[in-house]
């Protein structure tokens, strides 16, 4: 099933997708979803974030190559995480599909994507185990981790590097039947294919994060996890536009645009 | 002016509070504030968070005897931070005045207090210079950013070290005027006075902090930026009382409990 959150006329509501037609409800679809009766076509609604997390983690380093490559291009040996240590991202950050990536003027230019599979947790949920971590998981979307590189290596903090307004675009809407295993995660940029992997190829996959998150914190519905990415991505500069499609889910699609002097 | 946010009979409100006498509010302080007719006294309800926050800043380190004196702990040579990169926590952590800070069976025992000053955020700014950045403050609290030093030191995040469920109390109220450089931060456990330092002798102060942040990140109503502390803690064991007072705010006063096996 899938599920978009949209406005329309000074509203926002969620709404499950068939086809182009939306079914608007009340309230969230983790919640109690009641029909509001009204439905309206895929066309005629601006597609909004799929939720505002209360907090938004991120795994950040869970993909081999990506780790092989970014150290390659460093001049510094890998290092491998040796255990599941979620951190973070910011929500003032977030935006929608088709929304503009806006590059501040004076960022230097290694502005990067990377493509990740995020998990929607649909239950408030503590100390959790392997078993029955995925109990808690509503459904899966898609988020562009966008990155300075410069500023995220010489930055104490990951704030502009990672946090700059419009640097996490998610979306487009929330499928809660995926199979992840045959799951492949597609970035083109400017229509061409750039990057392909098999998104389910973590260190620590999915079950293993949430067990061990849920040793220490509690787990809200709405709560994002963002997985990580493998590979590396070109520069990216003004003009270029960016898809990140996960087979099954859909594509992410967003603009990048370089703030004018 | 006091605002507290509370909860009675299920609900939860914001109201204004003069001696002990509430007068609640709909709607949030910062925004169009509207009196219910409703009044209660201070004794009768529960004081919750003052403000659930979109993102969560914390400055970390931003006081030159805290970092000297951890340097010290740690037998290396103190680092100053050389501009104002923001850092963050996460809202799974947060809870009230009077609430346990909750120390998991498993921690290891450097578990310290940091008692810091809040800021919280009334507007929605970007691209604010340090002459008109205090524009955007609704007001301030008091903020305990509980850590745990092994999980600190030795994970690659922040997420069990500092944002452990209850690691991160903040009230027990928001004030909304002050006299920043008259405040003092007094620290005490268990009845008896362990730290005080003036609270705006900053290495980055509000508005320095605010300018920087606001040059690439849109801060919303109710974000909140913890300010950093000085000085440094005893290990803190269970049954301690920490109570972290802001001179001219109030007192925010948490027991520290550790989990039983």
């Given at each position: 099933?899938?599920w978009v ?69 460093r001049?510094v ?8 240590d ?10 929608a599909h ?20 995020v998990?929607i ?8 185990t ?15 981790d966008?990155?300075?590189r ?10 502009r ?27 083109s ?37 963002w997985m ?7 520069d ?11 087979t ?12 004018k002097?």
């Open positions: 099933m899938r959150r949209f406005s329309k006329d000074n509203t926002t509501s969620y709404g499950s997708l068939n086809g182009d037609a939306i079914t608007e409800i009340s309230g969230e679809p983790w919640g109690k979803a009641t029909p509001t009766g009204r439905t309206l076509a895929l066309s005629e609604v601006k597609l909004e974030v799929p939720v505002i997390p209360r907090t938004f983690y991120c795994a950040g380093i869970n993909y081999a190559a990506h780790i092989r490559e970014m150290a390659h291009k001049g040996e890998p290092v491998f995480p040796e255990k599941a979620i951190g973070y991202r910011a929500n003032n950050a977030l935006i088709n929304e503009n990536v806006v590059i501040p003027r004076d960022a230097p230019p290694k502005v990067n994507y990377e493509g990740e599979l998990v947790i649909g239950k408030q949920v503590k100390h959790l392997e078993a029955n971590a995925m109990s808690c998981v509503f459904g899966y979307t898609i988020g562009n966008v990155s300075e410069t500023w995220q290596r010489g930055d104490r903090t990951f704030w590097g990672k946090n700059t307004d419009t640097f996490k675009p998610m979306g487009p809407w929330i499928e809660t039947d995926v199979d992840l295993d045959a799951m492949e995660t597609v970035v940029v400017n229509g061409k294919e750039d990057l392909r992997f098999k998104t389910n190829d973590m260190i620590f996959g999915i079950a293993h994060y949430i067990a061990a998150m849920t040793q220490y914190l509690t787990l809200y519905p709405g709560d994002v996890i990580g990415t493998d590979g590396t991505s070109p990216l500069v003004d003009g270029d536009v960016v898809e990140v499609e996960l099954g889910i859909g594509v992410l699609r967003n603009p990048f645009v370089r703030e002097a």
